[in-house]
């Protein structure tokens, strides 16, 4: 029974915290994380990732987003500003897209208008400020 006795240091270990909005929830608003954001189910409204954000397969989001690294598998339609894009197989993005990288893998799809963003550019993309407005929802 050691083990319960033993002390253990004080020192704050460094934690990334997961937002998930699930299959079949649907979310309408602006929503600003500091972790990772992995969208499964519906968004609508704008959101703001300083860590990496996901939309899953069977994800769904329309608005603006800004973020860091940017990944879908599922659909997205708007705004979007971000360091690096990636479209998965599967994956659909419709608007516009100001990144500094955006990679398309094969049987993923972009429709829209991509602005280079250069790499000393901007470092906080949480800061920049939208262009556009929202599309009309997304039906489910």
């Known amino acids: 029974?050691?083990?319960?006795?033993?002390?253990?240091?004080?020192q704050d270990y460094p934690t990334t915290a997961v937002t998930i909005i699930a299959t079949g929830n649907r979310f309408i608003g602006d929503i600003e994380v500091s972790g990772?954001?992995?969208?499964?189910?519906?968004?609508?409204?704008?959101i703001c990732a300083q860590d990496t954000m996901t939309v899953g397969a069977k994800g769904q989001v329309n608005g603006c987003v800004k973020g860091q690294?940017?990944?879908?598998?599922?659909?997205?339609?708007?705004?979007m500003w971000c360091q690096d894009l990636?479209?998965?197989?599967?994956?659909?993005?419709?608007?516009?897209v100001h990144c500094q990288q955006m990679v398309i893998e094969p049987g993923g799809s972009f429709l829209g208008h991509r602005?280079?963003?250069?790499?000393?550019?901007?470092?906080?993309?949480?800061?920049?400020?939208?262009?556009s407005v929202l599309l009309e929802p997304i039906e489910v």
Request: a negative charge; aromatic letters at 6%; glycine letters at 14%.
């Open 69 to 79: 690294l940017v990944q879908i598998a599922g659909r997205f339609e708007g705004e």
């Open 1 to 10: 029974m050691a083990i319960f006795n033993q002390t253990h240091s004080t």
């Open 115 to 131: 602005d280079e963003i250069a790499a000393q550019g901007h470092d906080d993309y949480s800061q920049l400020e939208p262009t």
């Open 86 to 96: 990636t479209i998965f197989s599967g994956g659909l993005v419709s608007g516009k």
């Open 36 to 46: 990772q954001l992995q969208v499964d189910g519906t968004m609508e409204g704008s």
